[in-house]
């Protein structure tokens, strides 16, 4: 199993950033994908990195109607995007609730091309932010935003970290976090790269140590859809498909090569797998099912985006847990 290298940039937070960019232009608001910077960050050398994914030519064209459209009824570039939907707007709603709350740091835990501190300038300024992020991805992140918008925020801190080989607390400690603070901390898009040790030790530290009442939000699959897709990539024989779908399974299977999904949160245990880190749950949402498509997806004329309906078989869902 290959990993991609600390000095290298992540290929899948790029593919993330580019399914956050295509969301915002949606036009419908009711619906759209809040990140209205995403795109800003993307340009030829990053969109690059995609390959021939379609969404990086879906974004390399102008933002007009007819071709959005079109774009929407491909299913690699809707089915990615709205799943990127669903995840800014749950945590978006949370990081307001919890500034509200009297969270004074925000620790976005590989970071990528998250845009929070920039977006959320007004509502952070009370706050301190830290982006923690592995040397590569983090390199090109703090470039693009140099480019793209301009000097980062004076109460944010970039701090290099690799799950699998540092200690989250150590690394913190040198960018000044403050254990005694209550803190929202993001894990978006991160868990299910992670050896289970790892997850287990962040989590464990962050019941342990953070301030109670911290949050902490995080996406994951669970552990049967983990091993479905062990089996599928092992045992299925793709080639008797639609030439369609032959493609899009290549070309899925090329961007993840480097960073396979590895970890899953036991099935229907939410709850008991967090308490064993000394936190609560507090919500969940399956990414496919009835809730998340009624409340995120469903566009102000009924029509969802990308015409998926709910599937209320689980296997990716995100929540929401304290301290």
Avoid at 22 to 37: I, K, S
């Amino acid at each position: 199993m290959t990993q991609p290298e600390p000095d290298r940039p992540s290929r899948t937070s790029v593919w993330v950033a580019a399914a956050r960019a295509f969301g915002a232009r949606e036009p419908d608001p009711a619906v759209r994908n809040p990140d209205w910077l995403a795109e800003r960050l993307l340009g030829p050398e990053e969109l690059g990195l995609l390959g021939d994914h379609p969404l990086a030519a879906a974004l390399a064209q102008p933002n007009e109607a007819s071709s959005y459209e079109e774009d929407c009824k491909n299913l690699e570039i809707a089915g990615l995007a709205r799943m990127l939907i669903i995840r800014t707007r749950f945590i978006d709603e949370r990081l307001e609730a919890a500034i509200a709350d009297g969270a004074t740091q925000v620790v976005i835990l590989g970071a990528g091309f998250d845009t929070r501190a920039y977006r959320f300038a007004e509502l952070l300024k009370g706050a301190r932010v830290f982006e923690v992020d592995r040397p590569g991805t983090q390199n090109l992140k703090i470039l693009r935003v140099r480019e793209a918008i301009g000097a980062p925020p004076a109460n944010l801190t970039f701090t290099p970290f690799d799950f699998r080989h540092e200690a989250l607390g150590e690394a913190l400690a040198r960018a000044g976090f403050k254990t005694g603070e209550k803190t929202f901390f993001i894990w978006e898009g991160v868990t299910m790269y992670l050896p289970a040790a790892a997850v287990h030790e962040t989590l464990r530290w962050i019941g342990s140590v953070a301030a109670p009442d911290s949050v902490v939000i995080f996406d994951y699959a669970i552990e049967s859809a983990i091993k479905f897709f062990a089996k599928f990539e092992s045992s299925v024989d793709i080639g008797t498909l639609p030439e369609a779908v032959k493609i899009a399974i290549e070309r899925f299977r090329r961007m993840i090569a480097a960073e396979p999904w590895i970890f899953g949160v036991p099935d229907d245990c939410e709850k008991e797998f967090l308490a064993e880190f000394a936190l609560h749950l507090r919500s969940t949402m399956s990414m496919t099912g009835s809730e998340a498509v009624a409340k995120y997806l469903t566009r102000a004329d009924g029509t969802v985006f990308g015409g998926i309906p709910a599937n209320e078989q689980q296997g990716y869902s995100i929540l929401e847990a304290a301290r």
